[in-house]
């Protein structure tokens, strides 16, 4: 199959991958209207096209957090990501620290932040959900700082889980799922060989070190469904900055009064996201709700924005919109799965060729210059 975009590697994916890890990775919640539209609104957005401006040097080179980046750029954080590839945080890791761009470890990685940092070597940010069991979370967070890591992404978005009717369909959660995972690995004997074998444990890292034992799939959908906190406010947040030392970067916000709440609260960044679409169906795609946001906040935080990137072009009119930063999801966990490192690596390559291309048909030469006035 010839791979020349996000797109083909995820029908790529979908061929080697179990349904049930295929339709977790690619669903949404509910109807899945707003998975959609994070990718519909965003390729709809229109762009001034301009000649005769001398694009022959163009910089993707940016600043994050003090930090400097080869592109503004960075991959976000995806729960499960051992089990796409063979120790896949580990090889998503590698690819990042040859792109030079950074990498936000998911609470719920396969692969523990240590093993991580140890065998990838790149710039890992650590994601952290709000949960009931706060011993847990002061573990995280120290450990997490006593490993090195300085930028914290706090998700803040999860205080119920959405609707995820795939994963009832697939296995992935729902009546007798562990024989129907076993079943449909059967039938993808190169994954079962390489992820499935190879690939073990199958254990959740960062859980089980602060449990003092294993923590399989099945243990992990029980603990992560009884620890989710719908009584969180910010007042319960105000321990997190005494415990972190470094930036706070508040991830899952979709409206301007609390994007102003984050400003308040003393974050240093904000990602606006709407957990890929999968948690409130029928929520904005965070290309609408991003401008806003921008106008809300100034330049008093650093915004970020993820959901719906499939592209450098995507990237572009993020940046457009008022975002500093993008994070990709879904794209890079497809080439994940598709080729390991390497196809992470192939497709950071092809996003930083689509962003130069893009700006360069757009008449800008660095990321600075990319604001509104790109946008037709």
């Known amino acids: 199959m010839i791979i020349s975009s996000a797109s083909d590697y995820r029908e790529a994916a979908r061929r080697k991958l179990p349904r049930f890890l295929f339709d977790y990775l690619d669903g949404g919640s509910y109807a899945e209207a707003t998975?959609?539209?994070?990718?519909?609104?965003?390729?709809?957005?229109?762009?001034?096209?301009?000649v005769l401006r001398n694009v022959a040097e163009i910089s993707l080179k940016s600043e994050l957090f003090g930090d400097t980046f080869a592109m503004p750029v960075g991959l976000a954080p995806v729960g499960l990501g051992g089990m796409y590839a063979r120790r896949g945080e580990v090889q998503v890791g590698r690819a990042a620290r040859k792109a030079n761009i950074p990498y936000v470890i998911s609470t719920v990685s396969l692969c523990p932040l240590e093993e991580i940092i140890r065998d990838s070597g790149c710039d890992v940010w650590f994601q952290l959900y709000v949960l009931k069991d706060r011993g847990f979370m002061r573990h995280a967070l120290q450990h997490a700082q006593a490993l090195g890591v300085t930028k914290l992404v706090f998700t803040v978005d999860m205080p119920v889980p959405g609707a995820r009717y795939r994963d009832r369909h697939s296995g992935m959660s729902g009546r007798g799922g562990p024989i129907r995972r076993m079943l449909q690995a059967f039938g993808k004997p190169a994954w079962s060989w390489d992820v499935g074998l190879r690939g073990r444990p199958h254990d959740l890292g960062n859980i089980s070190h602060y449990l003092g034992k294993p923590t399989q799939l099945e243990d992990y959908i029980a603990w992560l469904g009884a620890n989710f906190d719908p009584s969180i406010s910010w007042q319960d947040l105000e321990w997190l900055r005494d415990v972190?030392?470094?930036?706070?970067?508040?991830k899952g916000i979709l409206d301007p009064d609390d994007a102003r709440d984050a400003v308040r609260f003393g974050a240093q960044g904000i990602v606006v996201s709407n957990h890929g679409g999968r948690q409130l169906d029928g929520a904005l795609s965070t290309s609408r709700a991003l401008p806003r946001i921008a106008d809300a906040v100034g330049d008093?935080?650093?915004?970020?924005?993820?959901?719906?990137?499939?592209?450098?072009?995507?990237?572009?009119?993020?940046?457009?919109?008022g975002a500093q930063g993008v994070l990709l999801g879904r794209a890079y966990i497809y080439a994940l799965a598709t080729e390991g490192e390497a196809g992470v690596t192939n497709l950071l390559g092809l996003i930083e060729k689509e962003m130069r291309t893009a700006m360069a048909l757009t008449g800008v030469r660095s990321i600075?210059?990319?604001?509104?006035?790109?946008?037709?």
């Open 244 to 250: 972190w030392k470094g930036p706070i970067i508040i």
């Open 35 to 50: 998975l959609r539209e994070n990718v519909n609104d965003l390729a709809s957005l229109h762009l001034r096209q301009r």
């Open 300 to 321: 008093k935080v650093t915004l970020l924005v993820d959901s719906g990137v499939r592209s450098g072009l995507d990237v572009v009119r993020m940046l457009a919109l």
């Open 368 to 376: 600075a210059q990319i604001d509104r006035s790109l946008l037709a």
